[in-house]
């Protein structure tokens, strides 16, 4: 701490003998970069992570691996806890835990010749699941938080296509054509301004504007996408808006034709 009091001495001092503004800031920002990187305030990165993979899609009742690999050069004491979906069976569990206990939980050291780098669990998908499971866990080392274990933590449940890599089923084909709906409101405003050879908004990209975000919305509930939930939420109270302004327009647009 006696060298960021003596940083800011000199500081104060090359300002006060007669630097230019911009020397000034210059020193300042410069200053700020020192004291970012300044070992006392580093924060020490996190010794250990884990983290978790598991397929995308399931069928119910398939029973499938979940793998929990350790990263990072940590070695010692750790706690590894698990939560599967709730309902869903635990069949196998390696190295031994608690397979029919939740959490699962393994505790032992890493990081030494022979220990064990990850963990694997078999759990079953009950037959008549559906929409999407979801895992949780967390790692704990010696004298530290809990960390949760990062990684895939979803799984879609139902039939599915493979589509250049990727698995597409009902809830993703929603979001694809939702998007869809969403994009083309601006193709169809660029149309309707070049025939009338200025900027206009017609009545219809509004409609294609909530129609998308109501297939949006859907699709951000279902897979608990927040920033997809938040963003379409607000765009809502917009379209609505302006649907109800140009009812209003004509309502009162026809209220003075009637009376011409």
Not at 165 to 170: E, K, P
Not at 212 to 224: C, E, K, M, S, V
Not at 244 to 254: A, E, P, S, T, V
């Amino acid at each position: 701490m006696r060298s960021l009091r003596f940083g800011v001495q000199r500081l104060a001092a090359a300002i006060r003998s007669g630097l230019t503004r911009r020397q000034a800031c210059g020193l300042h920002m410069a200053f700020l970069l020192a004291l970012t990187c300044h070992p006392a305030l580093a924060q020490e990165a996190p010794p250990l992570r884990a983290i978790r993979s598991l397929p995308s899609a399931v069928q119910p009742g398939d029973t499938f691996a979940v793998t929990i690999g350790y990263s990072g050069d940590y070695r010692g004491d750790v706690t590894l806890r698990e939560w599967p979906p709730s309902g869903w069976e635990v069949t196998a569990v390696s190295p031994a835990a608690n397979p029919f206990d939740l959490p699962l939980e393994w505790s032992g050291e890493i990081g030494f010749v022979g220990s064990p780098r990850h963990v694997t669990y078999m759990v079953r998908v009950p037959a008549g699941a559906s929409g999407v499971g979801l895992f949780h866990g967390e790692v704990v080392t010696e004298g530290a938080v809990p960390r949760h274990v990062s990684g895939a933590a979803m799984v879609e449940i139902g039939t599915s296509i493979n589509v250049w890599g990727f698995d597409i089923n009902a809830w993703e084909m929603l979001g694809i054509i939702a998007t869809f709906v969403f994009a083309s409101r601006f193709l169809v405003q660029w149309i309707a301004s070049e025939r009338s050879k200025r900027s206009v908004v017609p009545t219809v990209f509004w409609w294609l504007s909530l129609i998308g975000a109501a297939g949006l919305l859907a699709y951000g509930i279902h897979f608990r996408r927040l920033a997809v939930v938040l963003g379409q939420s607000f765009g809502f109270v917009v379209y609505i808006r302006n649907l109800m302004l140009i009812k209003k327009d004509r309502r009162l647009n026809g209220a003075v034709n009637s009376d011409e």
